[in-house]
């Protein structure tokens, strides 16, 4: 069965500063990796997923992720981050295999200071 | 042209009342899901629908029930609620399966007195 973690529950990040959230899953075959970001009050909004191929993923809003599978990781990153980042952003993984469902990490709470 | 579609967005209600959570997606997606957000913000899968059948019934009281009426439609119902049902639930809807990216509704944050 695959599995999500996100070791950081709360970052601040300083606006103008670099960011990288870290993900790291377990799964025997496979993974289908997503990245999600979470508004107050919204629903999930996906930033950037990886199937296969090239292991650094360009997403939506300037994120990216890069996938290692020696360390089991998909860690998001960002250059320089914007006041309106600031949000709930999930790590989650899924299979090329009927009767799955996305299994999600708890989330990282992304704050950003001025 | 909002892609999934769920209503009410906030319901509130007093224990032991029974409620329905509506969802429509218009992507032409053979797959849809409820997730319950608890207060810790952690997702976690409750069902998943196929084509109209019922292929993920995790752990969930039997008080709630799926119901798709056709693939681009499902709708939640819960019997006799309790207070430790109050939580965000999330219609969500994909290609087939989870190597597709979920497409996900705004919410229903679901407040029981």
């Known amino acids: 069965a695959q599995s999500v973690t996100q070791p950081d529950i709360h970052i601040t990040v300083s606006e103008g500063a670099s960011l990288e959230l870290r993900c790291n899953y377990s799964y025997g075959a496979t993974p289908y990796l997503f990245w999600y970001v979470q508004s107050p009050g919204q629903g999930l909004q996906l930033l950037l997923k990886?199937?296969?191929?090239?292991?650094l993923v360009q997403g939506i809003k300037g994120f990216e992720a890069e996938f290692k599978r020696s360390q089991s990781s998909f860690n998001l990153r960002k250059p320089s981050v914007h006041w309106s980042d600031a949000a709930e952003y999930f790590c989650?993984?899924?299979?090329?295999?009927?009767?799955?469902?996305?299994?999600f990490g708890k989330g990282t709470t992304l704050s950003v200071s001025s | 042209d909002t892609a999934v579609s769920q209503t009410p967005k906030y319901l509130v209600t007093q224990m032991g009342n029974d409620k329905s959570i509506k969802c429509e997606q218009n992507l032409g997606h053979d797959t849809m899901y409820w997730y319950k957000q608890d207060s810790k913000k952690f997702l976690k899968i409750m069902f998943s629908?196929?084509?109209?059948?019922?292929?993920i019934n995790e752990t969930v009281p039997n008080r709630f029930s799926p119901k798709s009426p056709d693939k681009a439609h499902l709708n939640l119902h819960i019997n006799s609620l309790e207070l430790g049902d109050s939580a965000v639930y999330f219609c969500?809807?994909?290609?087939?399966?989870?190597?597709?990216?979920?497409?996900f509704g705004n919410g229903t944050r679901l407040t029981v007195t």
């Open positions: 990886y199937f296969s191929g090239d292991t």
């Open positions: 989650a993984v899924g299979a090329n295999q009927a009767g799955t469902a996305l299994i």
């Open positions: 629908y196929n084509n109209k059948e019922l292929i």
């Open positions: 969500a809807s994909s290609h087939r399966d989870s190597s597709s990216p979920l497409h």
